[in-house]
């Protein structure tokens, strides 16, 4: 099983373009080669190939990477599914994973939220998405300092608060202040709670 995740920038249109394609595109290289696994096109969208377990990190990951920057933020629409036509580029692509990301992004704009996911299991969809709702409600609301944070944490999960504080510059305490603040703890439980989800109903 694949996931594909389909997103756009917000408020791309107020910021220059070196204020987020370097780090969109730096944060996807980490997954994959263009154009086969991931592409930006059509100004600020992007689609990506990715194995299903680390999705929801991936999108969660790059939602903190763009909020580092005032102002910015990302919506996507994760399908999960198979691949059943693998093309040179991932917008050529197709499958299920394809088709529900494609259909949840395409969606998201009306239901004014900026994380949804889409697979064959709808109790599994209706469980996720409720979820990511409420994760919603405070990740939405990261600053870049917090953004800043949990981008560190996600990208270090083995890097002690001091390591992070000498890293940043700040003091340990600081640190401890902004997982806090960011929800650090809950981010990790609602990343836990989608891998243990896809265990039990999608493998």
């Excluded at 692509?93 to 704009?109: C, D, H, W």
């Excluded at 889409?118 to 409720?130: F, I, K």
Aim: aromatic share 8%; with cysteine; charged share 30%.
């Amino acid at each position: 099983m694949k996931a594909v995740i389909t997103g756009d920038i917000i408020n791309s249109e107020h910021h220059e373009v070196s204020a987020w394609m370097n780090t969109l595109k730096e944060y996807l290289s980490n997954f994959g080669e263009t154009p086969k696994d991931w592409e930006v096109y059509r100004g600020d969208e992007f689609q990506l190939k990715i194995e299903a377990d680390i999705a929801l990190e991936c999108a969660v990951g790059l939602k903190a990477k763009i909020k580092e920057t005032k102002g910015l933020d990302v919506r996507m629409g994760i399908g999960l599914g198979e691949e059943t036509y693998e093309a040179k580029t991932v917008s050529e692509s197709n499958g299920e994973a394809y088709q529900f990301s494609g259909r949840v992004f395409e969606k998201l704009k009306e239901q004014k939220l900026s994380l949804a996911i889409a697979t064959s299991n709808n109790e599994v969809n209706e469980t996720l998405n409720l979820i990511f709702k409420l994760a919603l409600d405070f990740m939405d609301d990261w600053s870049p300092v917090s953004a800043e944070i949990i981008a560190n944490s996600l990208d270090n999960p083995d890097m002690q608060q001091q390591e992070i504080a000498d890293k940043l510059g700040v003091q340990q305490s600081a640190i401890s202040q902004r997982q806090k603040r960011a929800r650090l703890d809950l981010v990790h439980q609602v990343l836990n709670f989608y891998k243990t989800t896809l265990t039990k109903h999608l493998k």
